[in-house]
C-alpha cells in the first residue's frame, strides 16, 4: 500500500492550508502565530502555504539557515533563471563572482588567482547542492568516506573551463580551477527537514503522525543524517523515487506511506530541487503514523 503526492511547481495551483490552533514546529499555542510556506517563497512562490502555522519564536530560528540557503546559497542561480522573489529588483545579484586557483596535474592547489566579477546576464550557469547517503535509520550501508555526504555540482562546463583557460593564459598557470559559490552542509540538511515536515502536515495533519525532525528544525541536534539524506547511492526500491525525465521547474516534492513495505509506518518525504538538471533526490524520514497522537 502506497500513498504518494507529486508535486510539480509548474503547473500547479496555490493551496492554503487550514491553520492546526498551534505552531507546527514547537506546538505551542500562541496568538503571534503567522502563515507558513510549506515550499518557500523563494522557490514556489505562494503555491502551498500553512495559516497561522509558525510561531515568531521558531520563525527566527528557521529564517537564519533558510536565508542562508536560498539567498547566499542559492541567489545567483536563482537570480540568473528569474526565481521568485520579494526583493526589489535593484537589491538582487547582478553579477557572479568567481574565484580561480592555479592547480597541478593531481589536483594540488598551487597559488591563489583571485576572483572575477561577472555580468549575470553574461555568466554561465552553475549550482551546487549537498548529496548524502540514505539517512542513518534505515541502517544501510555506505561507502567509507561518504558518511557525511559531499558537494554536488553542475553547469556550464563549456563556458566555465573557457573562462579558466582565459585565466590561466593572463596568469602564466596550466592548470586552472574555479569556485562558484560553496554550500554550507547542516544548513541545508536543516533546511530540507523543515521542507519535508510542513509538507508532511500540510498532506497528512499535524496530529496524523508522531515527528522525528521538530529538534533538527530548532537546531536543538546535531543528527540530522540519522532522518536526512538522499536515495542516489543505494538502490533500495523501499525508498526509491524516480522523476520524469521531461520534469521541469523549481521544486518536486512527494509524501510515502508504505505500512506494509520494509520501512512500516516510517513517513517518507523525497525532494528535488531544479529536476531538470538531474539533481539529487533527497529522502526525509519524517515521522511515524504507527504512533497514536491523537
Given at each position: 500500500m502506497m500513498n504518494s503526492t507529486i508535486i510539480s511547481l509548474d503547473n500547479f495551483k496555490p493551496?492554503?492550508?487550514?491553520?492546526?490552533?498551534?505552531?507546527?514546529?514547537?506546538?505551542n499555542h500562541s496568538e503571534n502565530l503567522t502563515d507558513e510556506h510549506v515550499i518557500p517563497y523563494a522557490l514556489g512562490a505562494h503555491v502551498i502555504s500553512i495559516k497561522d502555522a509558525c510561531c515568531v519564536k521558531c520563525q527566527a530560528i528557521i529564517q537564519r539557515y533558510e536565508q542562508e540557503?536560498?539567498?547566499?546559497?542559492?541567489?545567483?542561480f536563482r537570480a540568473k533563471f528569474g526565481a521568485p522573489s520579494r526583493t526589489k529588483p535593484k537589491d538582487r545579484p547582478s553579477e557572479m563572482r568567481i574565484t580561480f586557483t592555479?592547480?597541478?596535474?593531481?589536483?594540488?592547489?598551487?597559488?591563489?588567482?583571485?576572483?572575477?566579477?561577472?555580468?549575470l546576464a553574461q555568466?554561465?550557469?552553475y549550482i551546487v547542492l549537498w548529496e548524502s547517503p540514505p539517512p542513518a535509520i534505515f541502517g544501510l550501508p555506505v561507502a567509507p568516506g561518504f558518511e557525511k555526504g559531499r558537494l554536488w555540482d553542475t553547469g556550464d562546463r563549456a563556458a566555465i573551463d573557457s573562462i579558466c583557460q582565459e585565466v590561466g593564459r593572463d596568469k602564466g598557470a596550466k592548470f586552472v580551477k574555479a569556485q562558484i559559490g560553496s554550500i554550507s552542509r547542516d544548513m541545508y540538511l536543516r533546511w530540507l527537514a523543515k521542507t519535508a515536515h510542513a509538507f508532511a502536515v500540510a498532506q497528512l495533519g499535524l496530529d496524523?503522525?508522531?515527528?522525528?525532525?521538530?529538534?533538527?528544525?530548532l537546531n536543538r541536534t546535531q543528527e540530522i543524517e540519522k532522518y536526512v539524506g538522499d536515495t542516489s547511492s543505494h538502490k533500495d526500491r523501499n525508498i526509491e523515487f524516480k522523476c520524469d525525465d521531461e520534469a521541469k521547474?523549481?521544486?518536486?516534492?512527494r509524501l510515502k506511506l508504505d505500512p506494509d513495505g520494509r520501512y512500516a509506518n516510517l513517513v517518507l518525504v523525497f525532494i528535488q530541487l531544479f529536476p531538470e538538471f538531474k539533481t539529487p533526490v533527497h529522502c526525509v524520514v519524517v515521522g511515524d503514523v504507527g504512533v497514536n497522537v491523537g
Open positions: 493551496i492554503k492550508i487550514t491553520s492546526p490552533g498551534c505552531c507546527i514546529y514547537c506546538n540557503v536560498l539567498k547566499k546559497q542559492l541567489g545567483t592555479e592547480i597541478d596535474k593531481h589536483g594540488q592547489q598551487l597559488r591563489d588567482l583571485g576572483y572575477k566579477k561577472i555580468p555568466a554561465p550557469w496524523k503522525f508522531k515527528p522525528f525532525l521538530q529538534d533538527i528544525i521547474g523549481w521544486f518536486n516534492i
